[in-house]
């Protein structure tokens, strides 16, 4: 069964670029979580969605960050205008159905690099 | 603010050693535990769960939780230098579905 899918992997752009991120998600997966990690803060909840539906975003930064989920299958994490202080690795996680007893999946990051 | 606190380390042990992983949480709610392990430049890879009171074992690795203490650790056994690398410890968030709480992580290296 695959994994979360997460592209790109690397992204290098200019301050002041537009920068999307996307993520598949585990088939039959109904949560799915968007992380940023640093060195300086960890792992840091950014939002996330139940069954397409923004639940908690109160971890976006800024209205810079805006996230969206349009099907089951599909997210995109974009961050407009960028900033040097955006560079971090960006994770996309799912879960299954809420049981409260599951894990979350991650993909394998992007790594994004803001000059 | 949910809180979930581990030691960054670095925790050094010998090859062959027992490597002892701690996690303190302060939801007094929270029923679901998870240990992480995150190589270097890689993603949070899930290696344990535990729900209940008391140990549970998994190869190597044990995890074991105690509410009442609001503690939960990883233990590892016969550990080799493949084991070297972050641990993350992830705490359920009460009424929240299956939002977690992360720590900030132990580092752990395996010395040969």
């Known amino acids: 069964d695959a994994g979360v899918i997460q592209s790109p992997r690397h992204e290098v752009t200019e301050m002041g670029q537009e920068v999307t991120l996307r993520c598949k998600p585990i088939s039959g997966h109904d949560y799915l979580f968007w992380y940023r990690q640093t060195m300086m803060r960890g792992l840091e909840l950014l939002i996330y969605?139940?069954?397409?539906?923004?639940?908690?975003d109160s971890g976006m930064p800024e209205d810079r960050f805006s996230a969206k989920m349009p099907n089951a299958s599909f997210s995109t994490l974009k961050i407009q205008p960028s900033e040097p202080r955006d560079s971090a690795v960006y994770f996309c996680a799912s879960s299954p159905r809420q049981g409260g007893n599951q894990p979350q999946h991650f993909g394998d990051g992007t790594r994004l690099s803001i000059l | 603010q949910k809180e979930v606190e581990q030691n960054s380390g670095p925790l050094s042990v010998p090859e062959g050693a027992i490597a002892s992983l701690n996690c303190t949480y302060s939801d007094r709610g929270s029923q679901s535990f998870f240990w992480y392990r995150q190589y270097s430049g890689k993603s949070p890879e899930l290696i344990m769960s535990i729900y209940s009171n008391g140990d549970k074992e998994d190869g190597r690795f044990t995890a074991q939780l105690n509410k009442a203490s609001q503690y939960v650790s990883l233990l590892i056994r016969d550990s080799q230098p493949s084991d070297s690398a972050t641990y993350l410890c992830?705490?359920?968030?009460?009424?929240?579905?299956?939002?977690?709480?992360f720590g900030g992580g132990t580092r752990l290296m395996v010395k040969p």
């Open positions: 969605f139940n069954n397409n539906v923004p639940i908690d």
């Open positions: 992830a705490v359920n968030i009460a009424g929240a579905g299956n939002m977690l709480t």
